[in-house]
C-alpha cells in the first residue's frame, strides 16, 4: 500500500497540538510523495497547512475509522498509536461513561471522582464465570481471570494495582478483593473473608493521607496474598507493605493532611474511654495542623473512627490493645507539641519540667519524664576509650524529635500489620494464593527527593517484569498459531536498573557514603558524577552540582541530593530506644524490642509481619540506631523489592493501571497532558507499541468472511472453504505478503491493514450504495415528474374551473348587488313614504275627528229634531194616506160593484146555457162546502184584523199625546238648566278621575313594592338553591371519592394481602431452601467427621442418622407436643447435644409456623361450624318449643351415648378382631394343608354368625328403651314436667323394666349397623341417581348446544345465495368429517398406545409363564395343584381388591430400597405415571385401615428420608428429579383427596370416597410433604438453570439467528483470553429450544401437574430474561441494531414456542418484557425530542439507569449508523427525572419466584391400578 493510497483526499490524521495534546484534521486534497507540506481542515472548518519532514518520512498519525472509536480494547484499533489511544480513553470516559478500558492484558481504570453503581452483588455475580472478552472491562472482569486461571491452571495469580496518588489504585484493589470474597467465601463458620475486607479500614486510617492529589491517597504499597483451599475458597490471607511515608508523621504540606488516625482520634476525644488521651481538636496539634485545614468535605472522622474500631475488634483486636494503640497516637501528638527552648550559647537546649505535653507523652508511654527530658535534649557519643555525652542545638533536637515520632508510627505501622496478619492467618492447609498488589505509580513532581526515587526504582522493575511478560503472551500467541516469529524489538530497562542495583550503582554509591563519618549529600553527588557520566541514563543538570537526572523508561526526573543521606540512615538515638524499651506498658516495650529471627524488612520503618502463608517473612530487624542499624533504608527497599519480584515472577500477573483524569478532583473531566503523561509512565503505550510491532490485529477466519465477505468475487464464493476464501481475498488485496499471516485457527495483520481493508470495505459499500442512490433517485425524480406533471394538469384545471367560478360569481354578485340596491332604494323611500303618510293620517284623524266631533253634535241636534219631524211628518201622512186610502177604496168598491154587475150580468147570460150548467155541476156540491168553510175561515180573520187595528188606533193616539206632551215640556225647560247640569256632570267625572288616579297610584306602589318583594325572595330563593345544588354536588363528588377511595384502599388492600402472601410464601419457601442447604451442610459435615474420626467402637450409620434426623424432624400423626419433645429428647441422648440443636433448630422453627396455621385453620373451622348451628337454630326456632326441647334432649342423650359406646366397641372389635385374625392365622400355619381347616374355620364363622343373630332382637329394644330412660332422666333433672305422651305409653310397655347396660350397648350397636346399611344402600341409590340425571343433563346439554348450533346456521344459510349455501354446506361437511377424522385418530392413537402396553406387559406375563412353568416342570403334581388352587385364590381376592396393600413391618426397608431408593423413571415408562405415590398410598391406606399409627409414622419417614437420599445421590439429574417432584405431589394430592376433607371432596366418585383415610388425620405430614415438594422444585430449577445457562448468552445475542444481519467489528487481545476454552462453545436457539424440548417431554412422560410444568417455564423465561438483559448491559459489542432484531426475532420464536407447547398463559411472556424492551430500544431511532418521548413511555418495564446504559452502549456496527448524542441521552435523563427505579442496574437471575402447588386430584380409583413385576413387590399383598 503506497503513501499516496493511504494519505488521499478526505482521510483524517492527528498532528501535534499543545493545548489538546493531539488534534484532529482532515486532508483537503490527495498527498503526493515528495511534497513538503499537507493542505488540511481541522474540525473547526480552519484550514491549516502541516509541514512534512521529508527526509525521515515523519507523516502525522492516521485516524481510525469511526467504527472503531470507542472500542472495549486498545488493540483492537487499526492504527495503534497515542492519540488513538488517548482519543479512543477519552470518548469512553465522556460519552458512554466507561471508566474501564482494556489495553491488551492491561486493564486502564480512569478515576470518575463520583460514586457509579457498578460494584454491587449483581454486578459480581454477572461477571461470575464469564470470559474475559465475553463482558465490558471491569475490574471484576481481571478478578475473575485470576480466580478463573487459578482453578484451572492450578497456579498462584497475581494483580498488579499502580497510578500515582489520586488515580483510585486503594479503590480498585479494595473491590478486586470485595470480589474474591464473595466469589470464594470461606465454606467454614471462621468469615474470613470479612476479615479480609475488615483489614482496609484500619489500613486506609493508619496508611492513607490527604494530599493535594487525593483526599485518600495511600502513602504505603502493600501486596495481600489471598489463600484458597482445594476448593477455591477462602481460608486466610497475609499482607506486606512497602516505603511508608514516614516523613508525613512530622510535616505535610499545603492542603494537606497528616494519617487519618490521628483526625479520627481528635474528632472522638470527647468520648469518655478517650478522656485519660488529653486529646483536643486536630488544629491544637503541631503534627497535624501544618497544612491548614483539617477536614475534607463529605467525611466524617468521627463515623470513619467507629468504623476502625469495629474493624479492630472483628479482626480479633482486643479491647486493652485498642486503648494501648490510641495512646501511643495520641502520645505522638503531645511530642509534636513539646516546646523545645534554646539556651544562650546556641549550642544546647532545654525542656521545662512542668511541659504538659511531655508530661502526657511520658504517661501515656509508661517511660520516666525525667530521662525523656534528659535524652530529647542530649546525644551519647561513643569511641574506643570512652563515651561522651553531648548537648544538641534546638535544629538537631527538632530533628531528633521528629525521628522519634516517626519512628514510634512506623514501629506501630509494623505491629498492627503483623496482628492483622495474625487474625489471617489460618492452620489450613494453602493450595494456591492470589495477590493484589496496591503500589504507587511513576512520580514526578518539581523537587524529588529519596522517597520518589524509591518508587520509581520499584516501577522500573515491574515495568521490566511487565515487558517481559507482554514480550512472553506475543510470543506464545505466535507459536500457537504456528506464525514465523520474528524478534520484536522493545524498551529494555535493565541498563536503568543496573544504574541504581547494580555493584557502584546509585545505592551502592548512598550506602557507602552514609558509612563514611563525615559524608554529605554534595560529595554523593559528586561521586555520581564521576562515576556514572558516561551512563546514557544518567544526566548532570547544567544549572546545579547538587541534582542529578536519570532517565527512567517513562520520563527524565531530576532528583535533589539534599536529605538522601538522612533519609537514607534514617538515624534514631540509641537512648531514647532504651528509655521506650523501658516501659511500664508490655505493648510499648514490645514494639521496640529486638527481633533477631527476621529477615531483612520491606520498608525503612520496620513494616510487615511474618508469612503465614509459604512466603518469607518481610519484617525487618529492628535495632537500635547508630551501631546496631547495619543496613540501610535502601537496602532494605532493595531487599524486600527483589523478595516482591520473586513471588511475582512465580504467579500470573494481571495488571491494573489506573489514570488520574485531572487535578482538580472534577467528576468525569479529562484533561489530555496529564493523561498522556500518566499513559507513558504507567506502560500503556509500551504495550501498544510490542503489539503494533508485530501483527496486533487478529481475526477468526470465519469472522473475517462475514466482515469482508463484500470484497469476495462471486466466482470465489463457490468455494465451500472459507480459510481458502480469505486466502485468497488477501492475496488480491494486499500487495505486500509481510502485511499479514495466515494462523492456524486466526489471519494476523500489521498496524494499519484493518483499517485499509475498512476502507475498501467502505468504499465498496460506498460505490453500491452511489448506484442503488442513482437508481433510486433516477427513479423517484421520474415519479416526482409524473407525480408534478399529473397534479400541475390537476391544478390547471381547477384553477380554471375556479377562475370561471370566480368570474360567475362576481357577476351573480354585481347582478345581487343592483337589486339589493334597488330593493333598499325602494325600501327607504317607501319607508320615507309611510312615515310621512302616517304623519298626515294622524294630523288628518285629529282633524277630521275634530270636524266630526263637531258635525257629530250638530246632526245629533238636528236628528233629535229630525226625529219630532219625522213622527210629526209621519203622524200627518198616515193621516193623508188614510184619507186617500179611504178615497181610493171608495172609487175601488163602487168601480168594482160596477164590474161586478157587468160579470153577474154575463154570467147570468151563460149559466142560462145548458153546457155551462153541466160543466159547473160537476163537483159542485165538494166546492160549495169548501167555500162554505172558506168564507167561514176568512170571517174569523176579519173580525181578529179588526179588532188589532182598533188597539193599534188607540195605542198610537195616546202616544202621539206624549208626544206633545214632552215636546211642550222641554221647550219649556231648554232655556237655563243645559249648562247647569253639564258643569255637575264634568265636576263629578273630575272627581272620579282623580280618585280613579290615586288609587291607581297606590295600587302600582303595592304592585311595585310586592313585585320587588317577590323578587327578592326569588333571588333570595335561587341563592338559596344554588348554594344547595352545589351542596349536593359537593356531596355527590364526596361519595364519589369516598366510594373511589373506598374501592381504591379495598384495591390497594387487596394488592397488599396478596403482596404479603406471595412474600409470605416466598419467605417460607426461602425458609424450606435454607433448611434444606443446612441440612446438606450438616450431612457433609458429619460425612467428614466420619472420614476423620475413625474412632473404635460402635458409630451410628447414615441410612440411621437419616432415620433419626426424620424421627425428629416430621412429628407422629397421633403424638402431640410431648410426644415431639420425647422424640427430640431421645434424639439427643443417642446423636448428643450438639448435633441434635443443630437439627432441631430451623424445624422448631417451621413446626411452629405450621402450628399457627393450623389453630387459624381450627379457629375458621370453629367459626364456620357456628354460623351453621345458629343457622340451624333458626330453622329450629320455628317449631314448637315443647317438641324442640325433648328433640333436643334426646339428640343430646342419643349422641353421647353413641359417642361413648362407639369408642368402647371400637376397641373391643378391634381387638376381638386381631386376636380371631391370629388365631385363624396360627390355626392355618398348624394344620397346613390338612383337610380339617376349612372345616373349624367355617365352623367358627357360623358360631360367630348365629351369635350375631341372637343378640339382634335385643339390641333394638335395648337402644331405644336406653334413650328413653335418659331423655326421661333429663327432663326430670331440668325441673320439666314431662307431658304425657300417648306413643310413649304405647310404644314402650317395658319402660320400667331394668336394663342391663351391656345389652343396651349390643342393641344400639345392632341398630348402628342396621342404619348403616340402609344408609349406605341409600346413598348408593341416590348416587346412581344422581349420576344418572347428571349424565341425562349433560347429555341434554349438548343436544341443545348442536341443535342451536344447527338452527343457527340454518338461518346464516338462509340469508346467502343458493351457490353460497351449498359452498357452506359443503364447507361445514368437511369440517365435521375433520373433527370425526381426528376423534378417530386420537381414539387410534389410544389403541395402539394400548395395544403397545399390552404387548409390553403380554411380554412380561409371557415370560413369567414361561418361567413359572419351568419351576412347575420341577415340581411333584401335588404342588401344582395346591398352587393352582392358590393362584384361583388369588383370582378371587383380585376381583374383590379394595385399593389397599399389606407388609410386614420388616419388609419396609425393602419396600423402600425397591420402590424409591433404587428405582429407575426407566422401569416405569409404560405404566401408570406416578405408579410408586399410588402404591405408597395403598400401603398407608391399609395402615389405616389397621389403626397401626407407628406403621404409618415410620412408612412416611423412611419414605421422605429415601426420597432425599435420591435427591442428594442425583442432584444433578433432571428426569430423577422430576420423577420425585411429580411422586411427591402425587402423594400430596392423595393424602388430600382421600382425607375425609369436604374440601377435597368434591370432585371424587363414589368409589373413590370409599377409599378415604378413616383413623389417622395426616395434617401435619401433608405440611411435610409440601416442603419436601418445594425443595424438590428448588433443585429441579437448578439443574434445569444449570444446563441453560451456558447456552443463554450465546444463543440470544451472539448467534446468528438471521443469516448475514449482523456485521462482525475487529476485536481486541481479550477475545484471545486464556480462559477461554480452544472448542467451539456456541450455541444456537435451536439448542435452547431443543433442550426446553426435553425437559417439557420429561415432565409430561413423568406426570406432573400442568400448573408445576407452566410455573417451572415462568422461571426459567424469566432467568433467560435475566441473563440475556444482563449480559447486553455489560457488552458494548452486542448493543447495535443488528442485536435488537436478532433478539426480537428469537423472543418470537420463544413466544412461539409457548404457544405450541400451550404454555403462553404461564405468565413466561410477561416475565421477557424487559428483554423485549431492551431490544426495541436497541431498534429504536434516537434523535428529536420525539424519539426521547417515545422511548420513555415504550420503555416502563427499564429502569432509567438500564436506558441511560443501553444508549450509551450503542455501538454502530458500520460507518453508515449514527451514534446516540450525548445531548440526547441528557433528554431522556431529564424525562425520566420523576421515575422512582431502584438503585439496581442489574436484574437479578438467581430470584426464584414463590411455588404453588394446586390440588389436582386423580380420577383413578385404587383397586385399578396395577403393579408390575420389574417392582419386584411380590411381598405386598392385595386386601
Not at 483492537?76 to 471508566?99: C, D, G, Q, T
Not at 574506643?384 to 514510634?408: C, D, F, G, P, W
Not at 500470573?652 to 488520574?660: A, L, S
Not at 329394644?1261 to 306413643?1287: M, Y
Amino acid at each position: 500500500m503506497s503513501v499516496s493510497e493511504l494519505y488521499s483526499q478526505y482521510t483524517r490524521v492527528w498532528i501535534p497540538d499543545p493545548d489538546e495534546v493531539w488534534r484532529s484534521a482532515e486532508l483537503t486534497k490527495d498527498y503526493k510523495e515528495g511534497e513538503r507540506s499537507l493542505q488540511l481542515k481541522l474540525e473547526d472548518e480552519t484550514i491549516r497547512e502541516y509541514p512534512v519532514d521529508v527526509q525521515n518520512s515523519q507523516l502525522p498519525f492516521l485516524r481510525n475509522p469511526d467504527i472503531l472509536v470507542g472500542e472495549n480494547d486498545l488493540t483492537a484499533l487499526s492504527y495503534l498509536h497515542e492519540p488513538a489511544v488517548l482519543h479512543n480513553l477519552k470518548v469512553r470516559f465522556l460519552e458512554s461513561n466507561h471508566i474501564y478500558t482494556y489495553c491488551g492484558i492491561v486493564l486502564v481504570a480512569i478515576n470518575p471522582y463520583e460514586q457509579l453503581p457498578i460494584y454491587g452483588q449483581d454486578v459480581i455475580y454477572a461477571y461470575s464465570g464469564q470470559n474475559m472478552g465475553d463482558m465490558d472491562p471491569h475490574i471484576f472482569a481481571v478478578a475473575e481471570e485470576a480466580y478463573k486461571q487459578m482453578a484451572r491452571d492450578e497456579k498462584n495469580q497475581s494483580i498488579i494495582v499502580s497510578g500515582e496518588s489520586g488515580a483510585g489504585k486503594t479503590v480498585s484493589a479494595k473491590y478486586a478483593m470485595r470480589y474474591f470474597a464473595t466469589v470464594g467465601g470461606s465454606a467454614s463458620e471462621t468469615n474470613i473473608e470479612e476479615k479480609v475486607l475488615a483489614s482496609s479500614p484500619i489500613m486506609e486510617a493508619i496508611g492513607n493521607a490527604k494530599t493535594t492529589r487525593n483526599d485518600n491517597s495511600s502513602r504505603f504499597g502493600k501486596y495481600i496474598q489471598i489463600g484458597f483451599d482445594k476448593r477455591y475458597h477462602i481460608i486466610g490471607a497475609n499482607m506486606r507493605t512497602y516505603l511508608l511515608e514516614k516523613s508525613r508523621v512530622v510535616f505535610q504540606a499545603d492542603d494537606e493532611r497528616n494519617y487519618h488516625i490521628f483526625y479520627q482520634l481528635c474528632a472522638a476525644a470527647s468520648l469518655p474511654e478517650f478522656k485519660e488521651l488529653s486529646l483536643t481538636c486536630a488544629e491544637d496539634f503541631f503534627y497535624t495542623s501544618q497544612g491548614g485545614d483539617t477536614f475534607i468535605e463529605g467525611i466524617d472522622d468521627a463515623e470513619d473512627f467507629e468504623k476502625t474500631r469495629q474493624a479492630f475488634t472483628l479482626l480479633g483486636v482486643r479491647e486493652s490493645h485498642q486503648i494501648s494503640i490510641f495512646k501511643i497516637i495520641a502520645s505522638i501528638l503531645h511530642l509534636g507539641n513539646v516546646e523545645i527552648q534554646a539556651e544562650r550559647d546556641g549550642d544546647s537546649c532545654s525542656i521545662s519540667p512542668q511541659d504538659e505535653h511531655l508530661n502526657n507523652f511520658c504517661r501515656l508511654l509508661g517511660v520516666e519524664h525525667s530521662q525523656m527530658e534528659h535524652w530529647l535534649c542530649h546525644r551519647k557519643l561513643v569511641t574506643t576509650s570512652e563515651t561522651y555525652v553531648k548537648t544538641m542545638s534546638l535544629q538537631q533536637v527538632i530533628n531528633a524529635r521528629n525521628a522519634l515520632a516517626k519512628h514510634i508510627y512506623a514501629q506501630l505501622f509494623g505491629w498492627i500489620v503483623e496482628h492483622i496478619n495474625k487474625a489471617l492467618h489460618t492452620s489450613l492447609k494453602q493450595h494456591s494464593f492470589i495477590g493484589v498488589l496496591d503500589i504507587y505509580g511513576f512520580e514526578t513532581f518539581e523537587v524529588n527527593s529519596f522517597e520518589q526515587f524509591c518508587i520509581n526504582y520499584a516501577n522500573e522493575k515491574l515495568q521490566q517484569q511487565f515487558n517481559s511478560h507482554v514480550f512472553k503472551l506475543e510470543q506464545e500467541e505466535y507459536m500457537k498459531e504456528q506464525i514465523p516469529w520474528t524478534l520484536i524489538d522493545f524498551y529494555d530497562n535493565q541498563p536503568c536498573i543496573d544504574l541504581i542495583e547494580a555493584k557502584l550503582g546509585i545505592l551502592d554509591l548512598l550506602d557507602e557514603e552514609c558509612k563514611v563519618p563525615k559524608g554529605t549529600d554534595q560529595n554523593w553527588a559528586q561521586k555520581l558524577y564521576d562515576r556514572h557520566s558516561s551512563s546514557q541514563h544518567f544526566q548532570k543538570p547544567r544549572m546545579s552540582n547538587t541534582s542529578f537526572i536519570v532517565v527512567h523508561f517513562a520520563d527524565k526526573v531530576e532528583y535533589h541530593s539534599d536529605g538522601f543521606l538522612e533519609k537514607n540512615r534514617d538515624t534514631v538515638y540509641e537512648e531514647q530506644i532504651n528509655i521506650l524499651k523501658a516501659s511500664k506498658f508490655p505493648l510499648v516495650a514490645n514494639l521496640f524490642q529486638d527481633d533477631k529471627d527476621s529477615v531483612p524488612a520491606t520498608t525503612p520503618s520496620g513494616k510487615g509481619s511474618s508469612s503465614k502463608i509459604n512466603i518469607r517473612s518481610a519484617r525487618p530487624t529492628m535495632k537500635a540506631p547508630n551501631k546496631e542499624h547495619k543496613k540501610t533504608v535502601g537496602h532494605q527497599f532493595r531487599t524486600s523489592l527483589h523478595l516482591l519480584m520473586e513471588t511475582l515472577n512465580a504467579t500470573t500477573p494481571h495488571y491494573v493501571r489506573c489514570i488520574k483524569p485531572n487535578d482538580e478532583k472534577l467528576p468525569f473531566h479529562f484533561d489530555p497532558k496529564r493523561a498522556v503523561q500518566q499513559l507513558r509512565a504507567c506502560g500503556v503505550l509500551e504495550t501498544i507499541r510490542i503489539s503494533a510491532a508485530g501483527y496486533p490485529s487478529r481475526w477468526a477466519y470465519h469472522d473475517f468472511f462475514n466482515r469482508y465477505r463484500v470484497l469476495v468475487q462471486k466466482r470465489e464464493l463457490a468455494n465451500t472453504d472459507k480459510k481458502a476464501i480469505c486466502k485468497s481475498v488477501l492475496e488480491n488485496l494486499i500487495k505486500d505478503p509481510d502485511k499479514f499471516q495466515f494462523g492456524r485457527t486466526k489471519i494476523f495483520f500489521r498496524a494499519g491493514q484493518v483499517a485499509y481493508l475498512e476502507k475498501l470495505r467502505a468504499d465498496k459499500f460506498r460505490a453500491a450504495t452511489i448506484m442503488i442512490q442513482k437508481s433510486v433517485r433516477g427513479w423517484l425524480q421520474k415519479v416526482k415528474y409524473h407525480r408534478l406533471r399529473r397534479a400541475t394538469l390537476t391544478l390547471q384545471r381547477y384553477c380554471r374551473g375556479h377562475l370561471a367560478r370566480r368570474l360567475a360569481e362576481h357577476l351573480r354578485r354585481t347582478r345581487a348587488a343592483v337589486v339589493l340596491q334597488k330593493q333598499y332604494r325602494m325600501r327607504r323611500a317607501r319607508l320615507a313614504y309611510q312615515r310621512v303618510r302616517r304623519a298626515t293620517v294622524v294630523i288628518q284623524a285629529f282633524t277630521r275627528g275634530m270636524f266630526v266631533r263637531r258635525t257629530y253634535r250638530q246632526v245629533l241636534m238636528e236628528h233629535k229634531a229630525t226625529i219630532i219631524q219625522k213622527h210629526m211628518r209621519g203622524w200627518m201622512a198616515r193621516r193623508h194616506f188614510r184619507h186617500q186610502r179611504d178615497a181610493a177604496i171608495i172609487i175601488q168598491c163602487a168601480f168594482r160593484r160596477l164590474k161586478a154587475r157587468r160579470e153577474l150580468k154575463a154570467l147570468k147570460i151563460e149559466a142560462r146555457s145548458a153546457e155551462h150548467l153541466k160543466r159547473l155541476n160537476v163537483g159542485m156540491e165538494n166546492k160549495v162546502v169548501q167555500l162554505q168553510r172558506k168564507i167561514d175561515d176568512q170571517n174569523k180573520e176579519f173580525k181578529t184584523l179588526s179588532e188589532q187595528l182598533s188597539a193599534i188606533t188607540s195605542t198610537h193616539t195616546m202616544e202621539v199625546e206624549k208626544l206633545r206632551k214632552e215636546l211642550a215640556y222641554y221647550q219649556q225647560n231648554q232655556g237655563g238648566d243645559t249648562s247647569l247640569k253639564l258643569q255637575e256632570v264634568v265636576e263629578s267625572l273630575q272627581t272620579e278621575l282623580q280618585r280613579a288616579h290615586s288609587e291607581r297610584k297606590v295600587l302600582e306602589d303595592t304592585h311595585t313594592r310586592e313585585k320587588d318583594e317577590l323578587r327578592k325572595r326569588v333571588a333570595d330563593l335561587e341563592q338559596e338553591n344554588a348554594l344547595l345544588k352545589d351542596e349536593k354536588e359537593q356531596l355527590n363528588s364526596q361519595i364519589l371519592g369516598q366510594s373511589k377511595a373506598e374501592f381504591a384502599q379495598n384495591s390497594v388492600k387487596e394488592n397488599l394481602m396478596k403482596k404479603e402472601l406471595d412474600e409470605e410464601r416466598s419467605r417460607y419457601q426461602n425458609l424450606v431452601k435454607e433448611y434444606s442447604r443446612l441440612e446438606q451442610r450438616y450431612d457433609n459435615l458429619r460425612d467428614e467427621m466420619t472420614i476423620i474420626k475413625q474412632t473404635p467402637g460402635h458409630r451410628r450409620n447414615p441410612s440411621n442418622q437419616s432415620s433419626l434426623e426424620s424421627d425428629s424432624n416430621y412429628p407422629s400423626v397421633s403424638t402431640s407436643e410431648v410426644g415431639d419433645a420425647e422424640d427430640a429428647l431421645q434424639q439427643v441422648d443417642e446423636i448428643g447435644l450438639e448435633k441434635a440443636a443443630m437439627d432441631m433448630t430451623v424445624f422448631l422453627k417451621l413446626q411452629k409456623r405450621v402450628r399457627e396455621l393450623e389453630q387459624e385453620r381450627k379457629k375458621l373451622q370453629m367459626q364456620l361450624e357456628k354460623r351453621e348451628q345458629q343457622d340451624s337454630q333458626r330453622v329450629q326456632v320455628e317449631q314448637p318449643k315443647n317438641d324442640l326441647d325433648l328433640d333436643q334432649d334426646a339428640d343430646l342423650a342419643y349422641n353421647s351415648l353413641k359417642r361413648q359406646e362407639l369408642e368402647s366397641e371400637n376397641k373391643k372389635l378391634k381387638n376381638d378382631l386381631n386376636e380371631l385374625r391370629k388365631a385363624v392365622a396360627e390355626q392355618a400355619m398348624q394344620d397346613g394343608s390338612s383337610p380339617s381347616s376349612p372345616d373349624s374355620y367355617s365352623l367358627l364363622l357360623n358360631q360367630l354368625k348365629l351369635a350375631h343373630e341372637e343378640l339382634e332382637v335385643r339390641k333394638e329394644e335395648v337402644l331405644i328403651l336406653r334413650t328413653q330412660i335418659v331423655s326421661a332422666d333429663q327432663r326430670r333433672l331440668a325441673g320439666r314436667s314431662p307431658e304425657p305422651s300417648i306413643n310413649a305409653r304405647t310404644s314402650w310397655p317395658n319402660s320400667e323394666k331394668h336394663v342391663d347396660q351391656e345389652d343396651a350397648i349390643e342393641a344400639y350397636h345392632g341398630v348402628c349397623q342396621t342404619n348403616r346399611l340402609l344408609e349406605a344402600q341409600l346413598q348408593a341409590q341416590s348416587r346412581e341417581h344422581e349420576e344418572e340425571v347428571e349424565h341425562l343433563k349433560t347429555q341434554v346439554e349438548a343436544l341443545k348446544e348442536e341443535l342451536d348450533k344447527q338452527q343457527q346456521t340454518f338461518c346464516q344459510t338462509l340469508l346467502l345465495s343458493p351457490e353460497a349455501q351449498v359452498e357452506f354446506g359443503v364447507q361445514q361437511e368437511i369440517s365435521r368429517l375433520t373433527n370425526e377424522n381426528l376423534d378417530l385418530k386420537e381414539l387410534v392413537e389410544k389403541l395402539e398406545k394400548n395395544e403397545r402396553k399390552l404387548k409390553k406387559q403380554l411380554k412380561i406375563y409371557m415370560k413369567k409363564v414361561q418361567d413359572l412353568e419351568a419351576a412347575q416342570a420341577l415340581t411333584q403334581s401335588e404342588r401344582r395343584r395346591h398352587e393352582l388352587t392358590r393362584q384361583v385364590t388369588v383370582q378371587r381376592k383380585e376381583k374383590d381388591f379394595q385399593g389397599m396393600l399389606e407388609y410386614h413391618k420388616d419388609d419396609e426397608a425393602l419396600l423402600i430400597r425397591n420402590l424409591v431408593t433404587d428405582l429407575k423413571p426407566q422401569m416405569l415408562s409404560g405404566t401408570v405415571p406416578c405408579l410408586p405415590a399410588y402404591i405408597l398410598y395403598m400401603c398407608i391406606r391399609h395402615a389405616d385401615y389397621v389403626n397401626d399409627d407407628l406403621k404409618v409414622h415410620s412408612l412416611l419417614t423412611s419414605t421422605i428420608n429415601g426420597v432425599k437420599k435420591v435427591l442428594k445421590k442425583h442432584n444433578d439429574d433432571f428426569e430423577m428429579t422430576t420423577f420425585w417432584l411429580s411422586n411427591t405431589c402425587r402423594l400430596l394430592h392423595c393424602l388430600k383427596q382421600y382425607s375425609g376433607d369436604e374440601g377435597f371432596m368434591t370432585q371424587n366418585s363414589a368409589k373413590q370416597n370409599e377409599h378415604c383415610l378413616k383413623n389417622f388425620d395426616l395434617t401435619e405430614y401433608r405440611q411435610v410433604l409440601s416442603d419436601l415438594s418445594i425443595q424438590i422444585y428448588q433443585q429441579l430449577i437448578k439443574i434445569a438453570e444449570g444446563v441453560l445457562q451456558p447456552m443463554i448468552v450465546s444463543a440470544m445475542l451472539e448467534n446468528e439467528s438471521i443469516q448475514g444481519l449482523s456485521g462482525v467489528k475487529p476485536t481486541g487481545y481479550r477475545k484471545r483470553s486464556s480462559s477461554m476454552a480452544d472448542g467451539d462453545n456456541s450455541y444456537c436457539l435451536e439448542a435452547i429450544i431443543r433442550q426446553m424440548n426435553s425437559f417439557h417431554t420429561v415432565m409430561c412422560d413423568q406426570g406432573l401437574d400442568p400448573e408445576i410444568i407452566q410455573q417451572v417455564f415462568k422461571q426459567l423465561f424469566y432467568m433467560i430474561n435475566a441473563v440475556t438483559l444482563n449480559n447486553l448491559l455489560l457488552r458494548k459489542e452486542v448493543c447495535s441494531w443488528s442485536t435488537g432484531m436478532q433478539l426480537r426475532y428469537n423472543i418470537s420464536q420463544l413466544e412461539e414456542w409457548l404457544r405450541g407447547r400451550n404454555l403462553h398463559q404461564s405468565g413466561a411472556v410477561q416475565t421477557m418484557e424487559p428483554l423485549i424492551q431492551a431490544a426495541q430500544l436497541l431498534q429504536l431511532k434516537k434523535k428529536t425530542p420525539e424519539d426521547a418521548e417515545a422511548i420513555c413511555s415504550l420503555c416502563n418495564s427499564l429502569s432509567t439507569q438500564q436506558i441511560v446504559k443501553i444508549l450509551n452502549l450503542y455501538t454502530p456496527l458500520n460507518e453508515f449508523e449514527e451514534r446516540v448524542t450525548v445531548a440526547f441521552i441528557r433528554t431522556i435523563q431529564a424525562q425520566l427525572q420523576e421515575r422512582n427505579d431502584p438503585q439496581q442496574l442489574l436484574l437479578d437471575f438467581k430470584h426464584t419466584f414463590p411455588v404453588l402447588f394446586p390440588f389436582n386430584p386423580s380420577s383413578l380409583t385404587m383397586d385399578s391400578i396395577h403393579i408390575p413385576a420389574c417392582l419386584n413387590l411380590e411381598f405386598l399383598n392385595e386386601v
